[in-house]
């Protein structure tokens, strides 16, 4: 699974992780996220990641 970097903070997503804090399980990958899944750092949507 690949992991995706936020354009605006450079945040990364790490699908191996994924987001405990919202309920988000280790193994989603970032496609499977929801869409109204926003960045836990800065708020932007996933439009707004780029694969890395």
């Not at 193994?27 to 694969?51: H, I, M, R, V, Y």
């Amino acid at each position: 699974m690949e992991s995706y970097k936020c354009i605006i903070c450079d945040y990364i997503y790490n699908p191996k992780f994924g987001d405990p804090d919202y309920g988000i399980n280790s193994g989603t990958s970032f496609q499977n996220l929801p869409d109204n899944w926003l960045c836990p750092q800065c708020g932007a949507s996933k439009e707004q990641f780029e694969q890395i």
